[in-house]
């Protein structure tokens, strides 16, 4: 799509075919009301999240598990495993085409920087953060690990044939069709495994941007602290296909939660062998602070005078000040929390700041804050009622930006001890339905400011190639967005696709904050 945004259209999934498949068409878009046009442009922003750049041949990952959220195994639909994503090897072509739009707003819109907040990666692996620099600086991406001659990962000639899996060019000879051709629609695309794997040039940004630390940047599957055995799984030649023995999906799942402890399956005697990666290591948070201060400028995260690896910074755009928090709790768990010390930052932070506005940015959202998990011996963790306390104290927070639940949705929140407002904009995520970014433009008219948002789509094709050769990047970012619409596991309760994009008021949209009532 070559629009700015959905302002001026919008894509919108067809009527399902009987197996539930759905296309896509373009339909009108969602125009912004021109009454909310007054005044002085401050900022321009792109807000993007969860990319979830996935080495989806890694031996750290877990896809075996995710069949038991599968609707033809279990009719509760609240049960959502998340671990395996049938277009997840074609996660790099999905950001760099969000990139691409997002370039081509920055210099059509004078957008003056893009903030990613949080899962870049899919599981803390440096092969996948080296994708993320590489597609957000520029340059060619080899989405490839382990055996450059062949694809290691489900879904390809793996033995047994396992029928859980989407195989894209269809089921070895002699075999059944795989649950997804069978009972969801899933369409057969030759060749696709092998072009995914192909290096491809990426344009990068013309604009400086901004990292914000997510779990799936920390943790393993954005859940479990690594341990010396995890990280030698991550490189290894282990790929496990099934539980150990004595374990069921239950006992996973106990251990395996929003909140710390939390801890990976012992590694199982069902597994294949594949190609070692030392590309595949794990990384520290000091070495994806570290990698953040790169020949092509700061990120954000940083070193201290002291030297002393720092995931939450601030800054300063046009005279807005921006915030960014680390809401990752360390000892392992998908929610999120803070720390004294960075309770403490934030607060001199906000109070020696003379900017009229201030703009939080962090992965988890406010309500997200709930990870409270210490071990014994360990700094005490913090929720949500902690930071609204100290944004309390400060009336400047206009705006909070945040990730993790891969949806659109816009908030107005009070915060405690004082009566003002704010505002919470989550934008979706890169790696599911919608695939889309979010354009913001901080207005100010005296007293008044407004934050007006419009989503964009990114430069897959709305109806990509099937065919053998055709597999261009925008083909690959099309099907990656079709087959994300199209997850099995998002057709129902809670967890539908269609949810993940909101309601209107969550995506084209201006907000309205008056300044002058918070001096």
Known sequence: MQDDTTVQRRLIPARPTEAGWRQLEVGPGEPLDPSNEQGIDVVRLIHLSDSHLCDAQSPARLEFLDREGDPHVTDDETVFVGTYR????????????????????????????????????????????????????????????????????????????????WHPGGAPPGHEPDFPHLLYGFPTIPGLLDKAREAFRAPGLPIPWWSVYGNHDALLQGTVAPSDALRRRATGIRRPRALPRGWDYARVMAEFSPHGPANYPPESLDADVVSADEGRAILSREQWVDRHHDDQGDHGPHRDSRGIARTWWSTDINGVLVVALDTVNPHGGWEGSVDDEQLAWLDETLGTSTSPLAVLTSHHPPHALTNLYAPPGTAERRGEADVLAVISRHPQVGLWLAGHRHR????????????????VVETSSTIDWPQQGRLLTLRRSGNQWTFASEVFDHRGEVSPDSGL???????????????????????????????????????????????????
């Open 86 to 165: 049938a277009h997840e090897m074609l996660s790099t072509h999905t950001l760099d085409a969000l990139i691409r739009a997002a370039g081509s707003l920055a210099q059509r819109r004078k957008v003056d920087a893009v903030i990613v907040t949080g899962d870049g990666t899919d599981n803390a692996q440096a092969n996948e953060l080296e994708w993320y620099f590489t597609i957000l600086n520029g340059g060619v991406v080899v989405p490839d690990s382990g055996l450059p001659a062949q694809w290691e990962g489900v879904g390809g000639g793996e033995d047994p044939y396992d029928r859980s899996y």
């Open 408 to 423: 659109h949705r816009v908030e107005r929140r009070t915060a405690v001890e004082r009566t003002f407002d704010f505002w």
């Open 469 to 519: 050769t055709a597999h261009t990047p925008d083909d690959l970012a099309g099907w990656s967005r079709l087959l994300a619409l199209n997850a099995w596991q998002r057709r129902r309760g809670p967890q539908h696709s269609d949810l993940l994009a909101g309601g209107s008021r969550d995506r084209n949209v201006v907000l309205a904050w008056n300044e002058k009532h918070y001096a």
